[in-house]
């Protein structure tokens, strides 16, 4: 029997972040592997036009939850949806649910925040700091709490080159940056931000950072653990392989590079892909959780959730792997032929940019315009150049992350636990896992059919035509303008007419001879 599975029977569960990508899997695997389990609590917001019950209903009936229905068939029964919106005061929750929350919750697992890397510092600071704040409120007046999970990123500390399982202090004390958000102007906060996200690239590890803090400071009396993913991609096992469910991390760009649209990228190939599934993060964080609960450290242990030096994997090798995967299960109607090179040099990379995505957009929009279409490819490669940009940062450079706490744990579980809540990435096989990926991302983002292949692959061979006619016509074009214009072009030029004369006229001879 697994300890930790019978430690979520009958507990009552608080999910910030349940409609995120790691906070549905989180759910999924505490109700499959823990059925008995008395009710999980998740804050949501409306969004996009439906209410929080049909966001719950449209997770509860998708793919991902196919098998829970099966281990615990009153799963709508156990979830329960607080409307809550973490960018008001009080999160906006009812009295009446407030006093439910506080009264009967035992664990929380805080996942909530924007991930976005380009967010204005006032929002990035309200959701990843100010909330996390509040959120310690509400806890340190719950009677019944036995543990607080906090989620961060392996990247909150990215201006380091060796990071440890520590806070570490960002210079202006997060309770300051907080208090100034509140009466100081967007116009001066932008400019300030520079500043105060130092050496970091972006507002997102920025304000991650600042979140460890408050936590460290807020903590009180309170049972807290921080955990800290490196960049998470699609389930490695659990409940199936493969699945995602956005475009973050490299899942958006292997859509780009899967259609056509990104065909180079400034990356370092031997720099570590510091991929982990999401399936283990969710596994580390139970696992977490419980020993938090049962064994109360004294003081707050970070876990870092990364692959790199259990079990390294290069973007060189990745890349690789990607494109191989594109040959057997092509993306449907590619815009061109996928091609992903990698450079480390910012020169050859603009003149990529300039060659292989903006020059192709350019005449694609130039070939709308002629058949009465409204020109759009520019638009977006401007968008995907600017997201690659962001990216940049993280597949350039190589980080050491030190494990001692994640190993420790992993070390006090059973070997049921070590089973049922794996996070041990030695025994992962990253070309087995990017292959799966890569399949998750046609089946589960982009909806393809699986059917679709020959046709998909049809449409790779004709694009490779078009590129090969294309190339031909612009080379014999850069010819005659050659030979137009200078006599250095034509004497090679007639070389190489008389060299073949001579080679076939040869060839005729002794063909004739042997006859
Ligand atoms: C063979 C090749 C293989 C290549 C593999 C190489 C992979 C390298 C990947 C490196 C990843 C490194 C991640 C590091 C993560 C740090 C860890 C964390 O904690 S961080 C946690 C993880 N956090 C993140 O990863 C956040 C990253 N994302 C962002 O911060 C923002 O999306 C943005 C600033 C990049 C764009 O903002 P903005 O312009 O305002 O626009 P929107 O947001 O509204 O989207 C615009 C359009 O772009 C689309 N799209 C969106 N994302 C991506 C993507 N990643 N990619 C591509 N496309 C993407 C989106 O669908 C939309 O399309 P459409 O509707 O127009 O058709
Ligand atoms: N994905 C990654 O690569 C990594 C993620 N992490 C961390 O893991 C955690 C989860 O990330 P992930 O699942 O990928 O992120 P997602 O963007 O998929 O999910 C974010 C969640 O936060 C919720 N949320 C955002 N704003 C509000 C708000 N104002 N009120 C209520 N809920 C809100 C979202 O709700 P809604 O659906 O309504 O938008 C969503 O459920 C985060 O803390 C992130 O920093 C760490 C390392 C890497």
Known sequence: MSMIAAFYGGKSILITGATGFMGKVLMEKLFRTSPDLKVIYILVRTKAGQTTQQRVFQILNSKLFEKVKEVCPNVHEKIRAIYADLNQNDFAISKEDMQELLSCTNIIFHCAA????????RHAVQLNVTATQQLLLMASQMPKL?????ISTAFSNCNLKHIDEVIYPCPVEPKKIIDSMEWLDD?????ITPKLIGDRPNTYTYTKALGEMVVQQESGNLNIAIIRPSIVGATWQEPFPGWVDNLNGPSGLIIAAGKGFLRSI???PMAVADLIPVDTVVNLTLAVGWYTAVHRPKSTLIYHCTSGNFNPCNWG?????VLATFEKVPFERAFRRPNADFTTNTITSQYWNAVSHRAPAIIYDFYLRLTGRKPRMTKLMNRLLRTVS???YFVNRSWEWSTYNTEMLMSELSPE?????????RQLNWLEYIENYV?????????????????????????????YLFNTALFLIAWRLLIARSQMARNVWFFIVSFCYKFLSYFRASSTLKV
């Open 266 to 268: 400034r990356a370092t």
């Open 114 to 121: 924007t991930v976005r890397f380009d967010d204005p510092l």
């Open 417 to 425: 636990d070590q089973r049922v809540f794996n996070f041990d990435v």
């Open 390 to 392: 962001m990216l940049e």
């Open 439 to 467: 399949l998750g991302i046609k089946k589960y983002l982009l909806k393809e059919d699986m059917a679709g292949i020959p046709e998909a692959k049809q449409h790779l061979r004709r694009l490779r035509n078009i590129h």
């Open 146 to 150: 036995e543990a607080f999970i906090h």
């Open 317 to 321: 090798k990745m890349g690789f792997q």
């Open 187 to 191: 116009a001066i906060i932008d400019e």
